[in-house]
């Protein structure tokens, strides 16, 4: 989604509180968010073929209401965002509920082209599978802000076979006791709600984890590489 609509559709929930509906002409809007009425216009209907807002009619005016979907989407951002100022200054953490994957965490680290760069770059050889967490209500927009931090660069690689693909890591702190990495893959099965960590030994057996638990990740300077 443009971050130009997005910027609109916080404008719409701004301008409808507290009743959760917003009536408006096009010349109305215009005024308000400081852009073309043929801006506006474009806006809303984009927004609405998304799925976010819905429009009625009513007279010579309309009517804007956010839809559920649309909530959703301003909760994200709004978790994301509170998560960023909110947290104790220097601190970078998250918190996920573990949760068994679909098993190809063993096979793409047991690729050597993955395996002999985490050794290299991470110091650690992997253990042979990944720990999947499920981020908890409050940290839905972590991901996209790891994304967005200095990490290091595993490359991607061709086999004889197939094709890998790049993947960036951040080394991190599991429970406060045991260090390992995230890793980002750029193509990857999961959502923005999952992340997946590696470690040099099997995390769920150091740490007794069971699925279900609550596991804290603590984010630790990554010099790019």
Request: net charge positive; with cysteine; charged share 25%.
């Amino acid at each position: 989604m443009k971050g130009t609509l997005l910027l609109t559709l916080c404008r719409i929930a701004e301008l409808s509180a507290p009743t959760g509906e917003l009536s408006y002409t096009t010349g109305d809007l215009s005024s308000k968010l400081g852009c073309s009425q043929q801006t506006v216009s474009r806006h809303l209907i984009n927004l609405e073929r998304m799925g976010y807002i819905r429009r009625v009619r009513v007279a010579r005016r309309e009517s804007i209401r956010i839809t559920a979907e649309g909530q959703q989407l301003l909760a994200r951002l709004y978790s994301s965002l509170r998560w960023m100022f909110e947290r104790p200054p220097g601190t970078l953490y998250f918190e996920g509920v573990l949760f068994t994957g679909l098993g190809e965490g063993s096979y793409y680290v047991g690729q050597e082209g993955y395996r002999k760069q985490l050794r290299s770059k991470l110091g650690f050889d992997p253990y042979p599978g990944t720990l999947n967490l499920r981020l908890r209500q409050g940290y839905e927009g972590v991901k996209a802000t790891l994304e967005g931090l200095p990490s290091i660069l595993i490359d991607g690689f061709r086999t004889k076979d197939r094709s890998f693909g790049p993947a960036k890591c951040l080394r991190v702190v599991v429970n406060d006791s045991v260090e390992a990495a995230v890793i980002l893959a750029l193509r990857s099965h999961y959502g923005p709600d999952v992340v997946e960590l590696v470690a040099g030994e099997n995390l769920r057996d150091r740490l007794n984890l069971k699925d279900g638990d609550t596991v804290r990740v603590r984010v630790t300077a990554s010099t790019p590489q």
